[in-house]
């Protein structure tokens, strides 16, 4: 039976890191709402069918944060596993980076398809709290 089984979910995101000059990032700040824990995770989402890890990242930075993204440059994917909404996630996650400084302005927060808002923040290298997603990213 089912009882009690994780459910799992398999997927391909695409993460966006905006790279600040002293070396921080910019992560949304999420809250499960069934785990009540809270992580930090660059923006980005699900590569969908058909597209290209670049063209996810593209439309979904344009999607969450309204900007239309110019030079990233991708540093290749990371396989790993997280928790999130009670389930278990085993994700490619493929990074890419930009310089935040050509950027004039960037939000304080992202809007998800689903309207949920998340604020966003510069996080440090050195922070550990909360845990970053994917782990170890940099």
Same mark, same amino acid.
């Given at each position: 039976s089912a009882?009690?089984? #994780?459910? !799992?979910?398999?997927?391909?995101?695409?993460?966006?890191?905006?790279l600040r000059d002293d070396g921080c990032f910019l992560?949304? !700040?999420?809250h499960?709402? #069934? =785990?009540g824990?809270?992580?930090?995770r660059p923006p980005g989402g699900g590569v969908e069918a058909g597209e290209s890890p670049e063209q996810a990242i593209r439309r979904e930075i344009l999607e969450e944060l309204d900007?239309? +993204?110019? =030079?990233?440059?991708? +540093?290749?994917?990371?396989d790993h596993v997280w928790m999130w909404r009670?389930? #278990?996630?085993?994700?490619r996650a493929w990074i890419f980076t930009v310089p935040a400084s050509d950027y004039a302005a960037l939000p304080a927060? +992202?809007?998800?398809?689903? =309207?949920t808002r998340a604020p966003l923040l510069w996080r440090?290298?050195?922070?550990?709290?909360?845990? +970053?997603?994917?782990?170890g990213l940099i």
């Open positions: 009882k009690g089984r #994780v459910e !799992e979910e398999i997927r391909d995101a695409a993460l966006c890191v905006f992560v949304a !700040e999420l499960d709402p #069934v =785990g824990f809270v992580l930090h900007i239309a +993204l110019k =030079g990233i440059h991708s +540093l290749g994917f990371m009670g389930r #278990v996630v085993r994700e927060q +992202l809007v998800e398809a689903n =309207g440090s290298r050195v922070e550990t709290d909360p845990a +970053l997603c994917p782990a």
